[in-house]
């Protein structure tokens, strides 16, 4: 069945440091895939998402690469901030399934320090 | 509101009892869904509605979970004889009812701690 794989956190970083999370996920023909954000108290949100193969999506300075060959879509940002601490979790929502069930990862809690 | 809610934000119950977990969806969504998460996990479906009917429900683990949607607005997750191990987050979601790429709005969540 269809899964994502994301990397164990807690990440902690110093403001303006570079961040990588990745993932990668395996599923049948070609899912959509998406970054969500949890900030502390608040619920879900979706950050970036993709719909096809080499497909980017940017929001808020993030951005993730939907890449077939690696079946991977990491998110990075080139400079955090404090107000970037939070939970990130990779999906994808697969054709095969009716486009509509969402498969999260576990999650990675990213920890910024000023 | 604008946004999903969801009641009550918070529910302790005692082993064996049942309970109920309610969410408003967005105004006009037709899809509506529900997933539960535990601690340190991502969230995990369990069921899914396109108006009024069930359109996939492969995600309840058992038969002491239901829910309905009766008017293809608020639904009810329903908990019978719950378990310690139904400790978790629930959390709803909606979408305008496109497949594929609409984007599944969630709300806060119903915290959940069976004693």
């Known amino acids: 069945g269809n899964s994502v794989t994301q990397m164990e956190g807690p990440v902690t970083l110093s403001e303006e440091a570079f961040l990588t999370i990745n993932c990668t996920y395996t599923?049948?023909?070609?899912?959509?895939l998406f970054w969500y954000v949890q900030y502390p108290g608040e619920g879900l949100q979706l950050l970036l998402k993709?719909?096809?193969?080499?497909d980017k999506g940017s929001n808020k300075g993030f951005e993730a690469t939907y890449r077939k060959e690696t079946t991977s879509f990491h998110l990075e940002k080139g400079s955090v901030q404090v107000s970037d601490s939070a939970v990130y979790f990779c999906?994808?929502?697969?054709?095969?399934?009716?486009?509509?069930?969402?498969?999260f990862g576990a999650g990675t809690r990213l920890f910024v320090k000023a | 509101g604008a946004g999903v809610s969801q009641t009550p934000s918070n529910k302790v119950t005692e082993k064996g009892k049942y309970v109920e977990l309610r969410c408003d969806p967005i105004?006009?969504?037709?899809?509506l869904y529900w997933y539960r998460q535990s601690l340190g996990q991502g969230p995990e479906f369990l069921i899914y509605?396109?108006?009024?009917?069930?359109?996939?429900d492969s995600g309840l683990p058992n038969d002491r979970f239901f829910a309905v949607r009766p008017e293809g607005s608020v639904s009810t997750l329903k908990i019978q004889r719950t378990e310690r191990g139904d400790s978790a987050v629930y959390l709803c979601?909606?979408?305008?009812?496109?497949?594929?790429?609409?984007?599944?709005?969630f709300g806060p969540g119903t915290r959940l701690l069976v004693l």
């Open positions: 105004s006009g969504h037709t899809a």
């Open positions: 979601a909606s979408s305008s009812g496109l497949a594929g790429v609409e984007t599944q709005y």
């Open positions: 509605f396109q108006g009024t009917g069930a359109a996939d």
């Open positions: 993709a719909t096809k193969a080499d």
């Open positions: 599923a049948t023909g070609y899912p959509s």
């Open positions: 999906a994808l929502r697969g054709m095969d399934t009716g486009g509509f069930k969402t498969i």
